[in-house]
């Protein structure tokens, strides 16, 4: 339940979102990704990508044909760490260029592999994924919340949110 886990996050500085495996994440235009990405700047979080399937080339063409490049102050991908995930490598290289202490860093993470890579990161975990088993093996990796989707996640973001002594908002 998102709305129940809101005070799971309090701490937060900055946001890392690892969804560009997720094939309807990348090949879906929504304006969720918009409206998320919008309402991590105006929170005033840092906002970075980490991931594992791309490149950091990719990983630009990606954010550019979304029209959501310009939110992202760190791009990183798996190529340039050691250890890939589960591995915390690609959070801790993604939290070190964001200034971020890794204990103040929120990850968005579809997969579990990277659930396990946030936690050992020592970053709190949101779960992000429509498929209720899926959430299930999220929720049992370690993920400090479940969400279906990205929408479902914005009001942690936005001030006046309705949860404010709960929410990283405050």
Do not use: W
């Not at 879906?28 to 990508?49: H, M, N, P, T």
């Not at 798996?78 to 964001?98: H, I, Q, R, W």
Request: glycine share 8%; charged share 25%.
């Amino acid at each position: 339940n998102t709305e129940r886990s809101l005070k799971k996050v309090k701490g937060v500085k900055s946001v890392t979102v690892s969804l560009l495996s997720n094939k309807a994440f990348v090949e879906e235009e929504g304006s969720d990704k918009q409206e998320l990405a919008k309402a991590v700047e105006r929170a005033g979080y840092k906002a970075a990508i980490a991931t594992g399937g791309h490149t950091v080339d990719t990983i630009k063409a990606i954010l550019k044909r979304l029209s959501i490049d310009k939110y992202f102050q760190v791009l990183a991908s798996s190529d340039l760490v050691d250890k890939g995930k589960p591995e915390p490598d690609v959070y801790l290289y993604t939290a070190k260029k964001l200034k971020t202490d890794p204990n103040h860093c929120l990850v968005f993470e579809d997969s579990l592999n990277g659930v396990k890579a946030g936690k050992a990161a020592g970053m709190k975990v949101v779960g992000v994924n429509a498929d209720f088993a899926t959430q299930k093996q999220l929720d049992r990796a370690g993920a400090d919340i479940i969400a279906p989707s990205l929408e479902a996640v914005i009001p942690l973001f936005k001030s006046g949110c309705g949860n404010c002594e709960n929410c990283a908002c405050t």
